[in-house]
């Protein structure tokens, strides 16, 4: 069975950091990318980033580019979104996302960041900011 679990969140104020974390179980060596996503209040669910985890080659959303990283640590079956300079529209909660047997390439594509593509879900962490 295959189950992601984010943890991390919380509330801050604007400008501070947050490291978010995801953790893995039941991945085969199918898995090929993990996203981030996240959904702010009222509207819907968008990637944020993205990571091949052969390779560790990273995609990162337009909005968030300079802010957030992307990270893993396939020896413990780990995935981290590292988010500084937090503003109140980063406000959402976030959710780490798997799926399976995409090419290297796709790293680099839209559908990397298509919530259509992602075959498993975690249950997501909330992100304030606020102050």
């Known amino acids: 069975q295959v189950t992601l679990v984010e943890t991390g969140g919380g509330l801050v104020q604007p400008g501070e950091s947050l490291n978010l974390s995801c953790a893995t179980s039941?991945?085969?060596?199918?898995?090929?990318?993990i996203s981030w996503f996240r959904q702010p209040p009222g509207q819907g669910r968008g990637g944020v980033s993205c990571?091949?985890?052969?390779?560790?080659?990273?995609s990162i959303d337009a909005s968030v580019k300079g802010r957030f990283t992307m990270s893993r640590d396939n020896a413990k079956k780990m995935a981290f979104l590292q988010m500084r300079d937090l503003r109140p529209e980063d406000t959402a909660w976030y959710y780490c996302?798997?799926?399976?047997?995409?090419?290297?390439?796709?790293?680099?594509?839209?559908?990397?960041?298509?919530?259509?593509?992602?075959?498993?879900w975690g249950r997501g962490t909330q992100v304030v900011v606020s102050g």
């Open positions: 996302a798997a799926t399976t047997n995409k090419p290297g390439h796709w790293t680099w594509s839209r559908q990397c960041h298509s919530r259509q593509e992602y075959e498993h």
């Open positions: 039941g991945f085969t060596r199918d898995y090929t990318h």
């Open positions: 990571i091949n985890l052969n390779n560790g080659d990273t």
